[in-house]
């Protein structure tokens, strides 16, 4: 329930936010800096996978990141762009957490109950667990990837589980950018990306239900 009305209210904020862009005309500010990005050439997208996966190494959430990437790439490569940075993001935050800060996160996550759950679960299944908590929160994303670092899950399962189940949620995000932007820039829906965001929601409400019910929740 609780993750329902977290998607429900994203939808109204997105919605929201394309009103108010709308009528304060700010889709000319928004067309330069596309305008700008697309300037940089092949730069553009190195530059932002680089932000954003340093961004996720300081615990700064990448939900607005993600937004921004739709806008400024598009659907398609916003979602190519978005994944590959928040897999890079998870890698580095778990490389650091097993093998160069051990003892400082452990400090962080030891005594947090849901951990210590989940790292028993993962001991058992390491995968599946990686794939589940990808889509049920136990931690914030951010956090999560420092913690699965202490558990004994393998980086290769870890790495191919989080860049997977991160993948529906990455479209639903870079889907309602995409979309903010066209509807602020040409002042009209796109159909299309309206249709795509509402399939991501419905898919992402069905995983997460799918997810509970493994986790006993």
């Not at 650091?96 to 849901?114: C, D, F, P, Q």
């Not at 136990?138 to 991160?166: A, D, E, I, Q, R």
Request: aromatic share 14%; glycine share 12%.
């Amino acid at each position: 329930m609780k993750n329902t009305v977290k998607l429900i209210a994203f939808a109204v904020l997105l919605a929201a936010f394309i009103f108010t862009a709308h009528y304060f005309g700010l889709g000319a500010q928004l067309g330069r800096m596309r305008g700008w990005i697309v300037s940089l050439g092949y730069w553009g997208p190195a530059v932002y996978i680089v932000v954003y996966a340093l961004a996720v190494t300081l615990l700064v959430p990448g939900s607005a990141l993600t937004l921004a990437a739709g806008a400024i790439f598009g659907s398609l490569w916003g979602v190519v762009i978005v994944s590959i940075a928040s897999t890079a993001g998870a890698a580095i935050a778990f490389i650091i957490s097993r093998y160069l800060a051990r003892t400082v996160v452990e400090g962080w996550l030891r005594r947090n109950e849901k951990f210590s759950k989940l790292d028993e679960l993962t001991d058992k299944n390491g995968g599946v667990i990686v794939a589940i908590t990808r889509l049920v929160p136990l931690f914030p994303y951010t956090l999560l990837n420092y913690g699965f670092g202490l558990t004994k899950v393998s980086f290769k399962t870890y790495l191919f589980w989080s860049w997977l189940c991160m993948l529906p949620g990455t479209v639903l995000y870079v889907a309602g950018g995409d979309a903010a932007a066209k509807t602020i820039i040409h002042g009209k829906l796109p159909l299309g990306l309206i249709g795509l965001f509402a399939a991501a929601m419905i898919l992402i409400f069905f995983l997460v239900k799918y997810a509970k019910g493994r986790l006993g929740k």
